[in-house]
């Protein structure tokens, strides 16, 4: 009894706790969740959005309906002529006598059908000429009213655009642009015929083709084991498959709740987005800003804002020049410019006008490309690598509560007691003092100016960005031997304009990036200012999104001294004017040795072995697939491809390195095949026992 009084009490809690009362909903909410649900109910009834689209659809359609109807009329007219001429001039008969070679034999039979159905054509149009006067004299005009519109009826669906339509054979395609908007199974020809699909399969529409700015959206679901990379990787062929310029074709991944890895969201514009002219910069618009906001940007094709994160990031804007690369750095430096707490280090190396305004507001700044301006620059990297290790030995100090973690807050950099302020160095043709040959001594080693900048330069890349310190360079020259590797690796924003070549584009925006459909070269000359941003961290356009082409803002010289303007004056209101812009032009105070000793690369420098060829052109092309956990095989196919490189002497040179060819499997269109190649492991081991590997690429496994 006891046992069971134990059992019946528990029984009850749980009934009471979870019971069909607590969980049971009113019958509005489950009508609610069928109507939602339900694939019976029209999509357009499912959404206030596609119901309005729906509408104006509708709208459309009606209007079009008269224009539409005398072409599908036409239409018909023609293809029930040429059905005609076909019949009457026994045209299968004759060709049927051509394939069997007996066409002399069967011309006097031919002839004779031929002539027999002229008479019965003429004698069916005299019956229908008579038959239309009776009716016409019985019955008046309605007759001729009622016979057309049933002609014409009948010709319109003899002439309707449909495949399998009867008579209809086509001589050249007519215009694409844009017919997949009315027609879907056109956008499934279209990922047919770039490839991105199979013959046999076809796309799953998610959202129908509406209309969002000044273009066509839709999303589709790719068939199972086709990836949305592959469609971004191959935007030009679908872009010719619907005959409009890649420019005007957006492909993006969508990702999150809603998406997975084979929806794709395509957007397209009527027109090249580029072609208008770009918009003033919305800081024109503002008193001040916040530094620890992103900053305006620019655009994208679709008319959306894309904002910039600067703060602990760094950022490299590479261009060939007249493409507007000093804009875009002037764009990143006038959100911190209006933001009173900041301080500003501006090298300007081009010595040009385009930054001369900002020495009203930099705590640092110089203009000039000799020899005495690139060893100012590197007393501004140690005084600033000197600047770091303060900051961090401060941060050891502050409670929990003012640096929660070891690195600036906003509150934190606002504090004057503190003196922690974002600071942004900004480097304007950076390859001038990265290539300067003068020679320096730091500790008793002997190293020219431009290696020991980029030794400063990489080490603030890496430890600067948590203790405030924001680095931007800008380059004409995007070259391997210009921007060491080591200091591209740690440069988290990449901002590439219009460039040479795709090696150049990579070089900026990281390796491989081409293979994912992002090349700067292919960008327009005639687009000033568009590039191709991978920002570090979220933006308007999405965290997930990898990389976006973006046109920046305008922002002319008088709007720049504007901007600069406001910058002092809101420095001179809060007590914040220091440096050069306050009249202080002495050098900083330096302890080279010292610095040598955190740098630590100048201390422990060696000379490393050069990487022979064509080893270093495969180490370039793998990039960040090299480290452990990148590719583990590379087709021998696809190096020769890539490096244009002729595959015999390619094999016996890598042989001599110590790279020997193997076979494995890979997955292609046509399947699984077994290929020659070489595995990544084999790569980096020659690599380390030559020692010619970066110790950050060399890292071991575990």
């Given at each position: 009894m006891n046992g069971r009084e134990v059992v019946s009490a528990v029984l009850e809690g749980e009934f009471v706790n979870g019971g069909p009362s607590a969980r049971r909903r009113s019958w509005p909410q489950?009508?609610?969740?069928?109507?939602?649900?339900?694939?019976?109910?029209?999509?357009?009834?499912?959404?206030r959005?596609?119901?309005?689209?729906?509408?104006?659809?509708?709208?459309?359609?009606?209007?079009?309906?008269?224009?539409?109807?005398?072409?599908?009329?036409?239409?018909?007219?023609?293809?029930?002529?040429?059905?005609?001429?076909?019949?009457?001039?026994?045209?299968?008969?004759?060709?049927?006598?051509?394939?069997?070679?007996?066409?002399?034999?069967?011309?006097?039979?031919?002839?004779?059908?031929?002539?027999?159905?002229?008479?019965v054509t003429g004698a069916v149009l005299s019956l229908m000429a008579v038959v239309v006067v009776v009716l016409d004299l019985l019955y008046g005009?309605?007759?001729?009213?009622?016979?057309?519109?049933?002609?014409?009826?009948?010709?319109?669906?003899?002439?309707?655009?449909?495949?399998?339509?009867?008579?209809?054979?086509?001589v050249l395609s007519g215009p694409r642009t844009l017919t997949w908007t009315m027609d879907p199974q056109v956008l499934v020809d279209a990922f047919r015929d770039a490839k991105l699909i199979g013959k046999d399969e076809s796309l799953r529409l998610v959202e129908r083709a509406t209309r969002q700015g000044?273009?066509?959206?839709?999303?589709?679901?790719?068939?199972?084991?086709?990836?949305?990379?592959?469609?971004?990787?191959?935007?030009?062929?679908?872009?010719?498959?619907?005959?409009?310029?890649?420019?005007?074709?957006?492909?993006?991944?969508?990702?999150?709740?809603?998406?997975?890895?084979?929806?794709?969201?395509?957007?397209?514009?009527?027109?090249?987005?580029?072609?208008?002219?770009?918009?003033?910069?919305?800081?024109?618009?503002?008193?001040?800003?916040?530094?620890?906001?992103?900053?305006?940007?620019?655009?994208?094709?679709?008319?959306?804002?894309?904002?910039?994160?600067?703060?602990?990031?760094?950022?490299?804007?590479?261009?060939?020049?007249?493409q507007g690369k000093t804009f875009a750095a002037r764009l990143a430096a006038a959100g911190l410019i209006l933001d009173p707490h900041t301080r500003l280090y501006v090298a300007d190396f081009k010595a040009g006008k385009d930054w001369h305004a900002a020495a009203r507001?930099?705590?640092?700044?110089?203009?000039?490309?000799?020899?005495?301006?690139?060893?100012?620059?590197?007393?501004?990297?140690?005084?600033?690598?000197?600047?770091?290790?303060?900051?961090?030995?401060?941060?050891?100090?502050?409670?929990?509560?003012?640096?929660?973690?070891?690195?600036?807050?906003?509150?934190?950099?606002?504090?004057?007691?503190?003196?922690?302020?974002?600071?942004?160095?900004?480097?304007?043709?950076?390859?001038?003092?990265?290539?300067?040959?003068?020679?320096l001594e730091v500790q008793d080693k002997k190293l020219t100016a431009g290696e020991y900048a980029g030794e400063l330069l990489t080490w603030l890349a890496r430890k600067g960005p948590a203790a405030g310190i924001v680095l931007v360079l800008a380059t004409q020259r995007p070259d391997s031997k210009t921007i060491p590797s080591n200091l591209r690796a740690v440069?988290?924003?990449?901002?590439?304009?219009?460039?040479m070549d795709w090696r150049d584009s990579n070089i900026v925006l990281g390796e491989q990036m081409n293979t994912r459909g992002y090349d700067s070269s292919r960008l327009l000359a005639t687009h000033k200012g568009v590039g191709i941003l991978r920002p570090d961290g979220e933006t308007t356009a999405g965290a997930d999104v990898l990389a976006t082409t973006v046109r920046t803002y305008y922002m002319p010289n008088e709007d720049w001294r504007t901007i600069c303007t406001r910058g002092r004056a809101l420095r001179e209101a809060e007590g914040t004017l220091t440096g050069h812009a306050a009249g202080?032009?002495?050098?900083?105070?330096?302890?080279?040795?010292?610095?040598?000793?955190?740098?630590?690369?100048?201390?422990?420098?060696?000379?490393?072995?050069?990487?022979p060829e064509p080893l270093a052109s495969?180490?370039?092309?793998?990039?960040?697939?090299?480290?452990?956990?990148?590719?583990?095989?590379?087709?021998?196919?696809?190096?020769?491809?890539?490096l244009e490189v002729e595959p015999t002497a390619f094999g016996l040179r890598m042989g001599e390195l110590g790279c020997r060819p193997t076979r494995d499997r890979i997955t292609t269109e046509d399947g699984v095949k077994q290929v020659r190649g070489y595995l990544v492991a084999d790569i980096r081991a020659t690599l380390r026992e030559g020692s010619v590997l970066d110790a950050e690429v060399v890292e071991d496994d575990g």
């Amino acid at each position: 009894m006891n046992g069971r009084e134990v059992v019946s009490a528990v029984l009850e809690g749980e009934f009471v706790n979870g019971g069909p009362s607590a969980r049971r909903r009113s019958w509005p909410q489950r009508l609610a969740d069928w109507w939602v649900r339900s694939p019976r109910v029209p999509a357009a009834l499912k959404s206030r959005r596609l119901a309005v689209q729906a509408v104006k659809d509708g709208v459309v359609a009606v209007l079009r309906s008269p224009v539409r109807f005398v072409g599908a009329v036409v239409r018909g007219l023609v293809v029930a002529v040429r059905w005609w001429r076909s019949w009457v001039r026994v045209a299968d008969y004759r060709a049927a006598a051509e394939q069997s070679e007996k066409l002399a034999d069967k011309f006097t039979d031919i002839r004779a059908l031929t002539l027999f159905r002229w008479k019965v054509t003429g004698a069916v149009l005299s019956l229908m000429a008579v038959v239309v006067v009776v009716l016409d004299l019985l019955y008046g005009n309605r007759v001729l009213w009622i016979g057309g519109g049933v002609l014409g009826v009948g010709l319109a669906v003899l002439g309707r655009r449909k495949d399998g339509s009867p008579g209809r054979k086509a001589v050249l395609s007519g215009p694409r642009t844009l017919t997949w908007t009315m027609d879907p199974q056109v956008l499934v020809d279209a990922f047919r015929d770039a490839k991105l699909i199979g013959k046999d399969e076809s796309l799953r529409l998610v959202e129908r083709a509406t209309r969002q700015g000044d273009g066509w959206a839709v999303t589709v679901d790719l068939p199972a084991t086709r990836k949305a990379a592959d469609a971004i990787k191959n935007r030009e062929a679908l872009a010719s498959a619907l005959a409009v310029d890649e420019v005007q074709l957006i492909v993006e991944r969508v990702r999150g709740n809603s998406g997975h890895a084979g929806r794709v969201a395509l957007w397209v514009s009527d027109e090249d987005p580029y072609g208008s002219p770009p918009q003033r910069t919305p800081l024109l618009d503002v008193e001040r800003w916040d530094a620890w906001r992103p900053v305006p940007f620019g655009r994208d094709a679709r008319q959306r804002r894309v904002d910039l994160p600067l703060v602990w990031t760094s950022l490299l804007v590479g261009a060939i020049p007249r493409q507007g690369k000093t804009f875009a750095a002037r764009l990143a430096a006038a959100g911190l410019i209006l933001d009173p707490h900041t301080r500003l280090y501006v090298a300007d190396f081009k010595a040009g006008k385009d930054w001369h305004a900002a020495a009203r507001v930099a705590h640092r700044f110089m203009t000039g490309d000799e020899s005495e301006h690139v060893l100012a620059l590197v007393d501004w990297l140690v005084e600033l690598v000197s600047e770091v290790q303060a900051r961090y030995r401060r941060m050891q100090e502050l409670d929990d509560l003012v640096c929660p973690e070891s690195k600036i807050t906003p509150a934190m950099s606002r504090d004057l007691s503190l003196d922690i302020p974002i600071t942004a160095i900004f480097v304007d043709e950076v390859q001038i003092p990265l290539e300067d040959r003068t020679p320096l001594e730091v500790q008793d080693k002997k190293l020219t100016a431009g290696e020991y900048a980029g030794e400063l330069l990489t080490w603030l890349a890496r430890k600067g960005p948590a203790a405030g310190i924001v680095l931007v360079l800008a380059t004409q020259r995007p070259d391997s031997k210009t921007i060491p590797s080591n200091l591209r690796a740690v440069l988290g924003s990449r901002f590439a304009l219009r460039v040479m070549d795709w090696r150049d584009s990579n070089i900026v925006l990281g390796e491989q990036m081409n293979t994912r459909g992002y090349d700067s070269s292919r960008l327009l000359a005639t687009h000033k200012g568009v590039g191709i941003l991978r920002p570090d961290g979220e933006t308007t356009a999405g965290a997930d999104v990898l990389a976006t082409t973006v046109r920046t803002y305008y922002m002319p010289n008088e709007d720049w001294r504007t901007i600069c303007t406001r910058g002092r004056a809101l420095r001179e209101a809060e007590g914040t004017l220091t440096g050069h812009a306050a009249g202080q032009h002495d050098r900083p105070m330096l302890d080279r040795v010292a610095v040598a000793r955190v740098v630590g690369s100048v201390a422990e420098r060696t000379e490393e072995p050069e990487v022979p060829e064509p080893l270093a052109s495969v180490v370039a092309y793998l990039g960040d697939d090299l480290e452990p956990g990148g590719r583990e095989f590379v087709p021998t196919a696809e190096l020769v491809t890539a490096l244009e490189v002729e595959p015999t002497a390619f094999g016996l040179r890598m042989g001599e390195l110590g790279c020997r060819p193997t076979r494995d499997r890979i997955t292609t269109e046509d399947g699984v095949k077994q290929v020659r190649g070489y595995l990544v492991a084999d790569i980096r081991a020659t690599l380390r026992e030559g020692s010619v590997l970066d110790a950050e690429v060399v890292e071991d496994d575990g």
